[in-house]
Structure formats: C-alpha cells, structure tokens
C-alpha cells in the first residue's frame, strides 16, 4: 500500500525512520506512569526495568541509524566537493551534461 506522504527530495525516509527511533526513548516515558498506576506493588520494580530496556534499545538502534546515514551524507558530501585538479571549482559542477546522467 503506497502513502500519499511527500519528502522534500533532500531528506530520505531512511533519515524519517532514524529520527523516529530515537523519539522512541520519549514514549518510554509514558511508562513510568504505570509506576504512578500501582503504587506499592510489586509490578512497580518491572515498569522501571522496561523503562529501562526501552529507553536504551530506542537509543542504541537509533544510534545505529543514524551513523549509517550519516556515512550516506558524509559520502555526498565528499564527492560534491572532490577537486582533483585543485582549480577551486568542485568538479562536479565541470562534468558535462552526458558525464553527470550516466
């Protein structure tokens, strides 16, 4: 099933899903109020573990996201500004048009 969602051609829904995995550490709040829910009982020490193993597989898989996109931009980024003949202009604005579609 396709989606009617438009990205603006500079962002990735690779980059969407990162940031989206590490807002996962923010919905972990939402547990702590089943601490506020059963006060004195024993489930109490259960909600601080998941809040705690939550939070840390949120941020450690975001961490693995993001530092893979990080490598895709870092990549464009180097190959955007490559100057090989040290002339000042990156050579991908001196490309011809037939070099620059293949």
């Known amino acids: 099933m396709g989606t ?3 990205l603006n ?3 990735a829904w690779a980059d969407v899903i990162a940031l989206a995995t590490l807002a ?4 972990t709040v939402a547990l ?4 506020l829910a059963f006060p004195g009982m024993a489930v109490g020490e259960h909600v601080k573990a998941a809040v705690l193993i939550a939070s840390l597989t ?10 893979r996109r ?5 990549r464009l ?5 490559l100057d090989e003949d040290a002339d000042g202009v990156p050579d991908i604005h001196q490309r011809s048009s037939d070099e620059q579609l293949s």
């Open 70 to 74: 990080n490598g895709v931009y870092r």
């Open 4 to 6: 009617r969602a438009r």
């Open 9 to 11: 051609p500079d962002l």
């Open 24 to 27: 996962g550490i923010g919905f």
């Open 77 to 81: 980024y180097e190959e955007e500004n």
């Open 58 to 67: 949120a941020a450690l898989l975001a961490t693995v996201l993001l530092r």
């Open 32 to 35: 702590l109020i089943g601490e």
